[in-house]
């Protein structure tokens, strides 16, 4: 059994981080400035994240997550964005201690890296969900385009975010049931 508390934890990290004050050198808070977390500074200090720091973030979230006690799956590309890495974590005992040892690592390795990657690449839906996400749509009565290549794209054609997120999640379990459970649909 998976908990879905992985989603939140990781959710909630990624809302903290994003939106904790930073400090500037002379150690002041800064009004509007993020400041890497100490174990993520290495691959935010330029502002941006390649696709190699991404992996490799991927790769230390996950070493930390097993050296906590819990099993994870190999990372594969998110057919939802053609950026995100998604991967299982098996967890095991106290849900809270699961969580607090996610949150950790999270922060420790994740948690600002992911979102600046992704954000900052141009994200691209696989073929096969972006034409189940078209009919699903068209099913619920919004007229698509057909030129649309993302979650973003299809939520400002539907001017309705939630219906994006439900036919995005839907097809997506459809179309990739092996795929692991846990997956963002970023608009």
Known sequence: ?????????????VAVAACSPGTTDSGAQGANEDVPLPGQQWALRDHRVTAAEYRTAIKRFLACIEDSGY???DPVISPI?????LYDITPSGDPATYNDRVQRCNLGHLSMIEPTYVE?????????????????LEGRGVHVS?????ATDFAA???DEPVVVECVTE???QLYPDLPDFAVVRI
């Open 157 to 159: 054609t539907a001017r």
């Open 71 to 73: 099993r994870t799956g």
């Open 171 to 173: 097809t997506r379990q």
């Open 81 to 85: 964005d053609g950026l995100s890495l």
């Open 1 to 13: 059994m998976r908990f879905r508390l992985l989603a939140t934890a990781l959710l909630t990290a």
């Open 146 to 150: 057909g030129t649309e290549h993302n």
């Open 120 to 136: 900052s690449h141009r994200k691209v839906m696989d073929r096969p969900l972006r034409r189940a996400v078209g009919a699903c």
